[in-house]
Nanobody, 123 residues
């Protein structure tokens, strides 16, 4: 039983930054990897970034490399997504998720999901 609580979404202008947070509860500690996904209206949910939990390793979708950074604080059981140089096409609902799988690119690997937080980037 794992619960993920997200925060940090909002309305910003192109070029601005946001930091999303995902706090996990339910005895997760270092046993879960975590990922961020997003879904824009009329589109499928897509992978954004992921980070291993027990071993430090990060993964990014090509369209966010150099702009977004995923990190975690295991002591706080929290995962972050720092988003810089935001573009209008980044507008979407962003979801955090947790998994014990070693393959972090596929959303089907994830067992637990947050409620999602809206990120809107105006031009």
């Amino acid at each position: 039983q794992v619960q993920l609580v997200e925060s940090g979404g909002g309305l910003v202008q192109a070029g601005d930054s946001l930091r999303l947070s995902c706090a996990a509860s339910g005895r997760t500690f270092s046993t879960y990897a975590a990922g961020w996904f997003r879904q824009a209206p009329g589109k499928e949910r897509e992978f954004v970034a992921a980070i291993s939990w027990s071993v430090i390793d990060t993964y990014y979708a090509d369209f966010v490399k150099g702009r977004f950074t995923i990190s975690r604080d295991n002591a706080k059981n929290t995962v972050y997504l720092q988003m810089n140089s935001l573009k209008p096409e980044d507008t979407a609902v962003y979801y955090c998720a947790a998994t014990r799988s070693s393959y972090l690119y596929a959303q089907l690997s994830y067992d637990y999901w947050g409620q999602g937080t809206q990120v809107t980037v105006s031009s």
